[in-house]
């Protein structure tokens, strides 16, 4: 059975210090697990002090984003290459970034490459806004996002990704509270996203693939998702701020991993 993932994106939250306080609190709280991993992702400047700071394997790194090109001149850009050595994880294609910062499919194509040869996983954010849902265009949407992220990636890094089916409505405002997403909803997602993977690069490639959630996910919501077939972790934003929330969280799932084994 596949690892459990809890991916926490801090999003531009918190200075070095609260960053060091908040993963201090998560380590008093938090007892290692073989079957969940807990992936954390700060800020670029906070990445190499905790890397020092870090218990692992309970927790990794994760960068929030990469650039698709190695070196050069790319003034204020963060490459895979000056990551590598810190974060095992970086999130590529988050919907904030293709709003805010007008990332399309083709960018986030190039990110994914880069990510993975520099043996980073990425993890891979899909999703339909509420207009499109309503317009009853959600499995256009994920199929287009979902094959343009993977254009460039044989077979074998596929099986490496992580897919995050995150609806942007689902996003709360930062305190981890919003409208989340129906569970029938992301069984729908989540099982379009395997058909599609399947039909294009098999079952192996597949099946190896990790699927997980977000999206106002917090330890009450957390539990509506527990059943959902083929869900296989969650990546959390406001609520992973908040230790107390975010060590419920990663319990909860462990709890889980447990009983199912
Ligand atoms: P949220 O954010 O948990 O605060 O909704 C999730 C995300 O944007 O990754």
Not at 8 to 34: F, G, T, Y
Not at 52 to 79: C, H, I, M, N, R
Not at 122 to 132: A, K, M, N, Y
Not at 151 to 157: A, K, R, S, Y
Request: charged share 25%; hydrophobic share 40%.
């Amino acid at each position: 059975m596949k690892k459990k993932l809890v991916v926490a994106n801090w999003k531009m939250n918190l200075d070095l210090a609260h960053a060091l306080n908040l993963v201090e609190q998560l380590d008093q709280r938090i007892s290692s697990s073989p079957k969940v991993e807990v992936v954390l992702c700060p800020s670029y400047i906070a990445l190499a002090p905790l890397s020092q700071q870090l218990k692992k394997p309970k927790f990794k790194l994760g960068a929030q984003d990469l650039f698709y090109v190695d070196e050069g001149l790319y003034t204020g850009e963060v490459s895979g290459p000056m990551l590598r050595d810190l974060v095992e994880y970086v999130i590529i294609g988050h919907s904030e970034r293709r709003r805010n910062f007008h990332e399309d499919n083709r960018v986030i194509a190039r990110k994914m490459s880069a990510a993975l040869r520099n043996d980073l996983v990425p993890v891979l954010c899909i999703g339909e806004t509420s207009d499109e849902r309503a317009a009853g265009e959600t499995l256009r949407v994920l199929h287009d996002q979902l094959t343009a992220a993977l254009i460039m990636l044989t077979p074998h890094d596929i099986g490496r990704i992580v897919v995050t089916y995150e609806p942007p409505d689902a996003i709360s405002s930062g305190d981890g509270h919003g409208d989340t997403a129906e569970p029938e909803q992301i069984q729908q997602a989540l099982r379009f996203i395997t058909k599609t993977i399947t039909q294009l690069y098999g079952k192996p490639t597949a099946g190896a693939v990790r699927l997980i959630y977000g999206g106002s996910v917090n330890a009450e919501t957390l539990k509506n998702y527990l059943k959902i077939e083929g869900l296989e972790g969650f990546l959390v934003g406001g609520a992973s701020l908040n230790y107390e929330e975010f060590s419920r969280i990663v319990k909860t799932l462990q709890g889980t991993a447990k009983k199912s084994s």
